[in-house]
């Protein structure tokens, strides 16, 4: 194996916690653009507005990302003045915002510092970019070279988040131990692939023993304790195992390995086709695709515990509640088998047995509902 470079995320959490972007960012630059979704901009403004008051940070301006992460709004935002002239970027929002800006931080090879303003999944520190099609298809993954350079996660803006994408935050880290556990099976692990291992198995405790509380005090915008637990377990337990889990050398296929994410994630994709699961956020989506999995894998108990837990936080557990068919399984299962987790799965994965899982897991679910 060829030499490489190990970057693992670092955060400051709090609810005060964005009056430490001066110390942070102080070896970087002075001049910063903010990037991100609307909705997110407006609420984390005024808190790095006052994080940075009397520093020698210059906030440059405060710019949409464009709505999708997908090639268009990448170029936009790589060709903007601002974006050029800035020393650093800062990135704000969610999964698609914080993608967009970490792959624009790539391409132009400038500082990138995250601040996820929901937990919703681990896009705020990890070394890996969902880009979609402009129909909002998923398209591929792009890779930067590092993870982000800091992320800052202000719980007090994560408890004022809606509580939908907190709920779907939830279902997306749900996936981590079972899909990172079931890829490194029979793989020859080493260093890196068996420490992302060790911590995808802590991943999972704090969701089913604490959610359901953190849900609650996320429905009353309380920063309390069990929601800064749940917000950490879904941006950077999971991000860590993320970055941990991918290696991939552009120029050497067998110089690679993707134990990240695997057959949860590939109901996701392949759902990205079905117009009626648009309306479906992705970790409600992969929530369904956890059971699936273990349906496919054959791990009938953890099927049922998961199970039971979707139930009790009102998480998917049929393909119904997803916006499935059985129609539509054969276009899902064609999909899936073209993305990266399927070619790492192991035991030779067939289409065919993935759909039986998906409709093992919908007879258990509907079972469960009698």
Known sequence: ?????????????????????????????????????????EKAKTAILSGTQDSNIEILDFLWYGGNSNIKNVE???????????DMLFG????????????????LDKPIFTFPTLASNCAGCT????????DGSFKEYYYPKHPPYHTFINTQIIAKAPYDMFWAGIGDALSKEYEVSFACRDKNLYHMPLLG???????????????KKALEDCKNKKASFELEQVALDIIM???IVSNCETHINQSDPKDRYYYNSSLA????????????????????????????????DNQLDEMNKILAFNKSVGL?????????????LPIVAKKAASVIEWQYAPGMPTEEKFIKAIKAADRAGKASMQ
């Open 92 to 107: 704000v929002g969610g999964g698609r915002a914080c993608d967009t800006v970490k792959t624009v931080a790539d391409m």
């Open 1 to 41: 194996m060829s030499s490489y470079n190990v970057y693992l995320p670092s955060y400051s959490v709090g609810e005060d916690c964005y009056k430490d972007i001066p110390y942070i960012t102080r070896k970087y630059g002075t001049k910063a653009v903010v990037i991100g979704g609307k909705t997110a901009i």
């Open 265 to 296: 994630h590939c109901v996701y994709y392949g759902s990205s086709l079905i117009p009626e699961c648009e309306k479906h956020l992705h970790g409600e989506i992969v929530a369904f695709g956890v059971l699936c999995l273990l349906a496919y």
């Open 316 to 328: 998917p557990v049929t393909m119904e509640e997803i916006g499935l068919t059985e129609n539509a």
């Open 127 to 134: 070394a890996l970019c969902v880009i979609y099609n402009e």
């Open 197 to 211: 291992l060790g911590i995808a198995k802590t991943c999972t405790s704090p969701l089913i023993d604490l959610g």
């Open 76 to 86: 936009k935002l790589k060709s903007n003045p601002l974006v050029q002239a800035a």
């Open 237 to 239: 337990l999971t991000g």
